[in-house]
């Protein structure tokens, strides 16, 4: 059976906060790209709980944009009375960047922050980043253009585990990769996947905060 761990919408709320400070100086990001569903909530926090409280925002600088992208690896056991899934073996995506659009252009030349809530398998992260500077790479041909874009992730936890998929070597050894806690291969259920919250806080409350 394995272990569950349950997080409160507070708890991620103070893991994006202690990690802020580290992004601002070592990622420096000018767009963040969330990975749905799991990076839309610590995305948002990131970037902006109130104009004048960004994390991420700096006095006098615009709130950092945020973009979606939709991939999913996980799938669902089939048991009506538990959540738990299993990771897949193949990433699927569930939405895309309009590569028809300008948002691709827009990507040239940035750093990107791409976020997720979880390192598991690692197979989402490198299909992401893969992905994404082919269609940049792509995009700058097309327009002419020359201007380095620069992707760095930010996770809220990185399982220690053997990983399937792996970063490009660069990206590491730069420093370009955060996760606000590392922990051991537990199921952490977030609260943006609970039915009832008043139940998942309390089955929270019992436990030591990772």
Not at 96 to 117: F, H, Y
Not at 133 to 156: H, M, P, W, Y
Request: charged share 25%; hydrophobic share 40%.
């Amino acid at each position: 059976m394995v272990e569950k761990v349950y997080l409160t919408y507070n708890q991620v709320h103070k893991l994006c906060q202690n990690s802020a400070e580290a992004i601002l100086a070592n990622f420096k990001p000018n767009l963040i790209i969330a990975i749905g569903g799991g990076g839309y909530v610590p995305a948002r926090i990131l970037r902006s709980i109130t104009p004048a409280s960004s994390f991420l925002k700096r006095p006098g600088s615009a709130n950092i944009p945020i973009q979606a992208i939709g991939l999913s690896l996980y799938e669902d056991l089939g048991r009506t009375n538990d959540p738990e899934e299993v990771p897949g073996t193949k990433v699927t995506r569930t939405q895309w960047l309009d590569l028809s659009s300008l948002e691709t252009a827009n990507l040239i030349g940035k750093n990107i922050l791409i976020v997720d809530e979880i390192d598991d398998t690692r197979t989402t992260l490198e299909y992401a980043v893969r992905e994404l500077q082919k269609d940049v790479e792509a995009a700058a041909i097309k327009l002419g253009r020359a201007e380095k874009t620069q992707f760095s992730i930010f996770v809220l936890h990185n399982k220690d585990k053997p990983k399937k998929g792996h970063l490009p070597q660069e990206m590491l050894d730069e420093k370009r990769y955060l996760a606000a806690k590392t922990v051991g291969d537990v199921w952490i259920c977030y609260p943006w996947e609970a039915t009832n919250i008043d139940e998942h806080d309390l089955l929270a409350s019992t436990e030591t905060p990772l």
